[in-house]
């Protein structure tokens, strides 16, 4: 069973930046696309990004195109989230999932979840 692990989080002025980090354990990442989700309080979760398993297919919401980039690294069975120029609607908790394809993450139905990590965009 793939445990997912995030860090990175934490409190940032508006126009900072963060790092989110999602490490694997319990198995392989084999073959699994990977991708985030955030809730903000009071908000359903929505679709952040998600990128394939060769790394070189990434998807994101419209609110992230520019801003937003998902990375992975396989020999570390570890994923990226590299937030720029954030915005105080950014704040939300921050998700990591993995499922069979992209598309899959992006549906955010089954699969595996991480427990998240806060992210809060506030002066």
């Known amino acids: 069973e793939v445990q997912l692990v995030e860090s990175g989080g934490g409190l940032v002025q508006p126009g900072g930046s963060l790092r989110l980090s999602c490490a694997a354990s319990?198995?392989?990442?084999?073959?699994?696309?990977m991708g985030w989700f955030r809730q903000a309080p009071g908000k359903e979760r929505e679709f952040v990004a998600a990128?394939?398993?060769?790394?070189?297919?990434?998807v994101y919401a419209p609110f992230g195109e520019g801003r937003f980039t998902v990375s992975r690294d396989n020999e570390k069975n570890t994923q990226y989230l590299e937030m720029i120029n954030l915005k105080p609607e950014d704040t939300a908790a921050y998700y990591c999932?993995?499922?069979?394809?992209?598309?899959?993450?992006?549906?955010?139905?089954?699969?595996?979840w991480g427990r998240g990590t806060q992210v809060t965009v506030s002066l």
């Open positions: 999932r993995a499922d069979v394809s992209t598309l899959k993450v992006r549906r955010g139905e089954g699969g595996y």
């Open positions: 990128i394939n398993w060769d790394g070189d297919y990434m």
């Open positions: 319990g198995g392989t990442l084999s073959n699994l696309a």
